[in-house]
């Protein structure tokens, strides 16, 4: 069984029925991001416009209409029933130094928010310039490092709000 949550509504799923109803619908898959479904004798071609597995969340084109479908499996289910929100640890708390070497800069400041992605600083390890990027959203709280310090690996580097 699952939850999916199109457009603010949700909907319980399980083998073939939605809330419980069984539903018929024929679906063939056309290409890797487009489908034909036939359902109560319409026929309507669905498009996968953007995926984001981490927040399990589905862009689809059914016609003119963009649905965002977001999917909670048995185990995402589960964990919301014992009230451990899996987005919650997730958040952002540190970014500790990957290998030793030498920070070559540093791209942000206290109170900075950053978004997933955003350079954070530059570690010269090796002889090579390792970018390392924010892996969430978070805003910074303290930087533990200056330009040129060397660093050990698992170093605290940057403690995040």
Do not use: M, R, Y
């Given at each position: 069984m699952i939850q999916a949550t199109i457009?603010?509504?949700?909907?319980?799923?399980?083998?073939?029925?939605?809330?419980?109803?069984?539903?018929?619908?024929?679906?063939?898959?056309?290409?890797?991001?487009?489908?034909?479904?036939?359902?109560n004798g319409k026929s309507l071609n669905a498009t996968i416009i953007q995926v984001n597995k981490e927040d399990k969340k589905v862009i689809v084109r059914i016609g003119e209409r963009d649905y965002e479908v977001?999917?909670?499996?048995?185990?995402?289910?589960?964990?919301?029933?014992?009230?451990?929100?899996?987005?919650a640890s997730n958040k952002l708390q540190h970014l500790k130094s990957p290998m030793p070497g030498l920070i070559a800069s540093v791209a942000v400041?206290?109170?900075?928010?950053?978004?997933?992605?955003?350079?954070?600083?530059?570690?010269e390890a090796m002889k090579m310039e390792n970018v390392l990027k924010a892996s969430a959203d978070a805003v910074v709280k303290k930087i533990h490092v200056n330009i040129k310090q060397a660093v050990e690996k698992s170093q605290l580097l940057i403690e995040f709000e």
């Open positions: 457009n603010g509504k949700q909907f319980t799923v399980d083998k073939n029925t939605v809330n419980g109803e069984e539903i018929k619908w024929d679906l063939q898959k056309i290409s890797a991001t487009d489908f034909h479904i036939i359902h977001a999917i909670k499996d048995a185990t995402d289910l589960l964990l919301e029933k014992l009230g451990i929100n899996t987005a400041q206290p109170g900075d928010a950053v978004k997933k992605g955003d350079t954070l600083l530059i570690l």
